[in-house]
């Protein structure tokens, strides 16, 4: 179970996709400047002991972050978080739900509520309409959060 705290830099409301992939929409393609781009924890490291809340700070190289809407600017998307669960599959929309947090303003860093124990945290880039770029923009790490 988590929550996410409040702070400035806390995820807010933006439209929610459905959970599987809008009718027509395409799977995105990578393109000349995404063959280098990689998503990745900035923090905590993979493996860390952290207590809770939690300080996680996104980082990708490759593309740049914008915030979701209309706009399908290439090489460019956003961040989503997954507490305890993987990958979401290229050309389907990230979920919006209690494990699938959407970062659609753009923002790079949060603050979650983790239970103790250990838990995994996959970093998701999707674009500007919350359709995954796959397992390629993706990253997991493990962390044991302590009472």
């Known amino acids: 179970m988590f929550t996410v705290a409040c702070s400035p830099s806390q995820p807010t409301a933006t439209p929610a996709p459905p959970a599987s992939p809008t009718a027509g929409a395409e799977t995105p393609e990578a393109t000349p400047g995404q063959a280098a781009a990689r998503i990745f924890f900035v923090e905590p490291a993979d493996g860390a002991t952290v207590t809770s809340p939690v300080m996680v700070k996104f980082g990708v190289e490759g593309m740049e972050v914008k915030p979701a809407g209309p706009e399908d600017v290439p ?19 990230v979920p919006a739900d209690e494990t699938h947090i959407h970062f659609g303003k753009g923002q790079t860093e949060t603050e979650v509520e983790l239970t103790p124990g250990e838990h995994t945290l996959t970093l998701q880039f999707a674009n500007h309409a919350h359709i995954s770029y796959g397992p390629e923009m993706s990253a997991t790490i493990k962390v044991n959060v302590e009472k």
Do not use: M, Q, S
């Open 75 to 93: 090489n460019t998307g956003h961040h989503h978080l997954v507490i305890d669960g993987g990958p979401v599959p290229a050309g389907e929309a």
